[in-house]
């Protein structure tokens, strides 16, 4: 999402004259864009804002200015702290103000004494409201927002405070917005929101619309080949949107995290579900398309958590089959009930535990890799390997494609029969000359 939100940014800040660059070396602005979520954020942030401060004072000794701004959720959690420790650091705007990016560096370029200012109002109107449409080409891989904020307020999550509560945008613009995406060159579409199968969008019709029917209005735009979606919460899960999953673009590869296997855990992170729930979900997905793969996020050695409850978790991954998932040692986010929390895990049994997890998710991923080996399937072919003459895309199953092929094959979606499969990717050969996209056209 911050990716999503630093282009937006970008068509905000066009009108002005203002260009993204490469690098920051000369810039007339620099805007670190910044993650919350996990430890060391606001460490990471300050050692960044260290390597650009000299930035800052060459541009002003050869006469220019370059505005320094921090945004994104370290910014809303943090930003007096930031303004007090770096005092070069010009304005500071949290993930919810960004439309209002042209006002604050107005302020800032054009009065006089010290207008350094923190801007972490969560605004009565949205930001999606007042945003310019889109500038340029996010290319053939686009990112839209659909919903932000959440409700759930699980004990280690720092979203609900930073992102704010939980906002849907309209299903006509989120069409209008895909359809521009498209006519710009998009081919596939990843939907996005912290928690995205909690969207419940106003429709033309004046009903409230839930994931799984804007997926099929957005299904409906001609030239859209894929859509995708992340990430969900398994709560959110409704019938229609697990039917939705039969539909052939709707990606077979689904981000569901359940961060724990035992239902104690689950219950003291507020999860408000059980384990069995979500195998449920599972099995009624697969159902719905049974090729469909899953990825997960888990934190291990979350406070109290037994060698018991660890292995339900273990087990719960034996139970699904993973295509690839994502874990984390528990990190203490200030602000969050789980921060207060004394039964914290010793840090070795933490390191013992992860590396299990990750042995065994690791396990997986090469299996499901092996397993593909002999299919062919249409991969997006997104830029270039780290080879020469080689290519690389994504396979329904988001799998990273390696191919050797002519570079008039990228931003195209071909056909690859796999030849062999890897921990983190697998290799291929082109069976078709002629693309998937053009043969349509
Ligand atoms: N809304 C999604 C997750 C959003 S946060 C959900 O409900 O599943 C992305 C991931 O970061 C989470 O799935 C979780 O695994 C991880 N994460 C969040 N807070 C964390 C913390 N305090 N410590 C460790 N991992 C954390
Ligand atoms: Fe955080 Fe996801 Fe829980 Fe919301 S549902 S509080 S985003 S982990």
């Known amino acids: ?46 050692s960044e804002l260290g390597r650009i401060r000299p930035l800052k004072d060459k541009k002003a000794e050869q006469g220019g200015q370059m505005l320094i701004a921090v945004a994104g959720c370290v910014a809303q959690a943090e930003g007096d702290f930031i303004m007090e420790r770096a005092p070069y650091v010009d304005f500071v705007f949290g993930p919810q103000t960004y439309h209002e990016l042209p006002e604050m560096i107005a302020n800032l370029t054009n009065a006089y004494g010290d207008n350094r200012r923190v801007n972490t109002e969560f605004p009565s109107e949205s930001k999606f409201d007042f945003l310019p449409e889109e ?28 992102r704010g509560s939980e906002y849907s945008r309209t299903v006509q613009g989120i069409v209008d917005e895909a359809k ?30 839930g994931l799984g029917r804007l997926i099929q209005a957005i299904a409906d735009i001609d030239g859209l080949e894929r859509i995708r979606y992340t990430t969900s919460h398994p709560r959110d899960m409704d019938d229609e949107l697990i039917e939705t999953h039969a539909h052939p673009k709707l990606m077979p590869f689904l981000h569901l995290p359940v961060q724990s296997g035992s239902d104690r855990i689950l219950k003291a992170m507020n999860r408000k579900h059980k384990a069995d729930l979500y195998r449920e979900v599972i099995e009624k997905l697969r159902k719905s398309r049974p090729d469909l793969a899953f990825s997960s996020d888990f934190i291990v050695a979350f406070p109290g958590e037994t060698e018991e409850d660890f292995e339900d978790t273990m087990q719960l991954v034996r139970d699904v089959n993973y295509a690839s998932a994502y874990s984390f040692k528990y990190s203490p986010r200030p602000g969050t009930p ?4 004394q039964n914290l895990i010793r840090p070795d049994i933490a390191d013992e535990r992860l ?33 020469e003459g080689q290519l690389s895309g994504r396979s329904p199953y988001f799998q990273s494609v390696n191919i050797q092929g002519n570079e008039r094959l990228m931003d195209t ?11 983190n990717s697998v290799t291929g050969d082109v069976v078709l000359q002629e693309t998937i996209s053009e043969a349509k056209a």
């Open 1 to 46: 999402m911050n990716v999503y939100d630093s282009k937006r940014m970008e068509d905000i800040l066009a009108p002005f004259g203002y260009k993204t660059t490469d690098a920051p070396e000369g810039a007339d602005m620099v805007i670190l864009n910044t993650c919350h979520i996990r430890e060391k954020a606001t460490d990471k942030v300050f």
């Open 135 to 162: 500038h340029g080409s996010q290319g053939v891989n686009a990112f839209l927002s659909i919903q932000e904020g959440c409700d759930k307020f699980c004990t280690f999550c720092v979203v609900p405070y930073t």
């Open 180 to 209: 521009r995406l498209v006519d710009n060159g998009a081919l596939e579409i990843c939907l996005l929101g912290q928690n995205v199968n909690a969207f419940h969008g106003e429709g033309p019709d004046g009903k409230i619309w």
């Open 338 to 341: 789980a921060a207060n929390m």
């Open 355 to 387: 590396a299990r997890l990750q042995g065994l998710i690791n396990e997986q991923q090469l299996a499901f890799n092996q397993q593909s080996v002999g299919l062919t399937m249409p991969v997006l072919i997104e830029r270039k390997g780290k080879r």
């Open 413 to 423: 979606i071909v056909n690859v029969k796999i030849t062999e499969g890897f921990a």
